[in-house]
């Protein structure tokens, strides 16, 4: 289910997921007070909701969402960058944050994210952060983790919490190297795998 309002993204955001197999965009709103009521009629398996909205922003509706169904797989697609509505819609129970400017790969990644990782995710390590040499990853690395799940790029990383590209990079060198992955995406997995990264 498509939450935006601007008629010609969500045509387009619907043009393209229509052409990914395997997603189908069952229903689209323009506002909150409708994406609630369609909402409840359609149950989406994932909603991509945008931040601004005219009346009740996307994080009030994602917190009217969330009490009603705790289940409810909401993706955060907006175009604000700022950290603070980051921080909000993922208290909020967001399940991922992207921004509009993302690749379309990149967002067909998250959305199945979202949908495939709200089971129970099997804890293997006894302490989230530590890697298989005990090793363990900073406040700071699980914090670039997390966004890396989301599939923000260094630049992006960098803008929202607030440090320079080449830092955001250094941290996902170290967390490749503590975690033992060759690849953002296998650091991800890694992530799930050890209890790091919470559905």
Same mark, same amino acid.
């Given at each position: 289910?498509?939450?935006?309002?601007h008629?010609?993204?969500?045509?387009?955001?619907?043009?393209?997921?229509?052409?990914? &197999?395997? %997603?189908a965009v069952?229903?689209?709103?323009?506002d909150?007070?409708s994406?609630l009521a369609?909402?409840?009629e359609?149950? &989406?398996?994932v909603?991509?909701l945008d931040?601004?909205?005219p009346?009740i922003?996307?994080?009030?509706?994602?917190r009217?969402?969330?009490a009603?169904?705790s289940?409810?797989?909401v993706?955060?697609?907006?175009?604000s960058?700022?950290?603070e509505?980051y921080?909000?819609?993922m208290?909020?129970?967001?399940a991922?944050?992207?921004?509009?400017?993302?690749?379309p790969d990149v967002l %067909?990644?998250?959305i199945?994210?979202?949908f495939?990782k @709200?089971?129970?995710i099997? @804890?293997?390590?006894?302490r989230?952060?530590m890697?298989?040499n005990?090793?363990?990853l900073s406040?700071r #690395?699980q914090e670039v983790?997390?966004?890396?799940?989301?599939?923000?790029?260094?630049? #992006?990383?960098?803008k929202?919490?607030?440090?320079s590209?080449?830092?955001?990079?250094?941290?996902?060198s170290?967390?490749?190297r503590?975690?033992?992955a060759s690849s953002?995406?296998?650091a991800?997995?890694?992530? %799930?795998?050890?209890?790091?990264?919470?559905?």
């Open positions: 289910m498509l939450v935006d309002d008629p010609v993204m969500r045509a387009g955001l619907a043009n393209l997921l229509s052409g990914e &197999p395997g %997603f069952v229903a689209q709103a323009s909150a007070r994406a369609v909402w409840r359609h149950q &989406p398996d909603l991509l931040i601004s909205l009346g922003d996307g994080i009030e509706l994602l009217q969402i969330k009603e169904a289940q409810a797989r993706l955060m697609l907006t175009s960058e700022a950290k509505d921080r909000q819609a208290a909020a129970g967001a991922g944050y992207v921004t509009k400017n993302v690749l %067909f990644t998250a199945r994210n979202v495939e @709200q089971g129970v099997e @804890q293997r390590e006894p989230p952060g890697d298989d005990g090793e363990t406040q #690395e983790l997390n966004l890396l799940r989301q599939g923000f790029s260094n630049g #992006e990383i960098g929202l919490l607030g440090i590209r080449r830092t955001a990079r250094a941290h996902v170290t967390i490749l503590k975690l033992g953002r995406t296998e991800v997995t890694r992530g %799930f795998e050890k209890g790091i990264l919470k559905v």
